[in-house]
Nanobody, 115 residues
Framework: QVQLTESGGGLVQPGGSLSLSCAAS????????MGWYRQTPGNQRELVAR???????NYKDSVKGRFTISKDNAKNTVYLQMNNLKPEDTALYYC?????????WGQGTRVTVSS
């Protein structure tokens, strides 16, 4: 059974930094992509950043230059370094991994940016 174990998140002041990590276990096939999505009440889940097995990355426009996604293929782990956080980054962040044709979601970790 595939499981995603998320860590990181928490409360930070505007301008601060946080780091998220997500480790995938129980996967015996090749992972296509790993990434982070976020969701706020009343809104759809949206892509924050995604990285493919070859290293290609995609970012939500509003986080470009502030967030960096990276991965450790050997550990099936993806990281999200978030700098210069803004109140609008406050959300529940979900890890996602795609191993076509399937995908798995983490349980979510909360990020709150507030003074």
């Amino acid at each position: 059974q595939v499981q995603l174990t998320e860590s990181g998140g928490g409360l930070v002041q505007p301008g601060g930094s946080l780091s998220l990590s997500c480790a995938a276990s129980g996967i015996s096939v090749r992972i296509n992509t790993m990434g982070w999505y976020r969701q706020t009440p009343g809104n759809q889940r949206e892509l924050v950043a995604r990285i493919a097995i070859a290293g290609t990355t995609n970012y939500k426009d509003s986080v470009k230059g502030r967030f960096t996604i990276s991965k450790d293929n050997a550990k099936n782990t993806v990281y999200l370094q978030m700098n210069n956080l803004k109140p609008e980054d406050t959300a529940l962040y979900y890890c996602n991994t795609v191993y076509s044709p399937l995908q798995t979601w983490g349980q979510g970790t909360r990020v709150t940016v507030s003074s």
